[in-house]
């Protein structure tokens, strides 16, 4: 079952440039994750935001919550080409013992 | 070196034949997953293990078979019964269950010939 909706499904944007993407779910989360995958491998854990949070940040990664319009957003600041990859946000819902994975964006960094 | 070991890396699998996907994980993590990732899409899971010996099926869990027998080792099978297995599988692991940060293997491509 997938809950979360990432937007845009493809991103492409010259080096040095931000990069923005969102995410919106449907039910109450206990928190939401972002994750990164390079093409072909396995996916990596980026930053985790709780629903009692509006605002994280990580480095070049600021992420966004609002629980009141069920969205999220993942900013990267001052891109470089090993941003390249596919970004997947997940949230964890009460009383559900799994995350519940978006679909994806697919970010191209043109050098 | 911590981690997570998916082998094969790539494996074919012809019409009417079971495989086994293996997972060991040396994170002393007690939970673990597989996912099934198709092209351009998210993931699904297929079954996930909170405990060694108990294991629960995930949302496509149909075709497919895992065992639980040791905490780091969470092998998958994709049996005949699976119509369409052509896909990326990918093996997580996490301290515990809900809500904590997923650890990810680095996939076994499985491809039908």
């Known amino acids: 079952s997938q809950q979360g909706e990432e937007d845009p499904q493809a991103l492409s944007i010259q080096e040095g440039e931000n990069a923005t993407m969102n995410c919106s779910y449907k039910?109450?989360?206990?928190?939401l994750q972002w994750y990164r995958q390079n093409s072909g491998r396995g996916l990596v854990h980026l930053i985790l935001?709780?629903?009692n949070e509006r605002e994280k940040h990580s480095g070049r990664l600021r992420v966004t919550l609002d629980t009141s319009k069920k969205s999220s957003s993942l900013l990267i600041t001052a891109s470089r080409a090993a941003d390249t990859a596919s970004y997947f946000c997940a949230t964890d819902v009460p009383s559900n013992y799994q995350l519940i994975w978006g679909a994806g964006t697919k970010l191209i960094i043109k050098p | 070196d911590g981690g997570i070991t998916q082998s094969p890396k790539y494996l074919f699998r012809k019409e009417g034949q079971n495989v086994t996907l293996s997972c060991e994980q040396n994170?002393?993590?007690?939970?673990m997953y597989w996912y099934r990732q198709d092209p351009g899409q998210g993931l699904r899971l297929i079954y996930y293990s909170q405990i060694v010996n108990d294991f629960q099926k995930g949302d496509i869990a149909e075709g497919y078979s895992v065992s639980r027998e040791k905490k780091e080792s969470f092998p998958l099978t994709v049996t005949s019964a699976q119509k369409n297995p052509t896909a990326f599988y990918l093996c997580?692991?996490?301290?515990?269950?809900?809500?904590?940060?997923?650890?990810f293997g680095e996939g076994s491509w499985l491809t039908v010939v």
């Open positions: 935001i709780r629903s």
């Open positions: 994170l002393n993590h007690d939970a």
């Open positions: 997580a692991t996490s301290a515990g269950l809900a809500g904590n940060t997923i650890y």
């Open positions: 039910t109450s989360i206990n928190n």
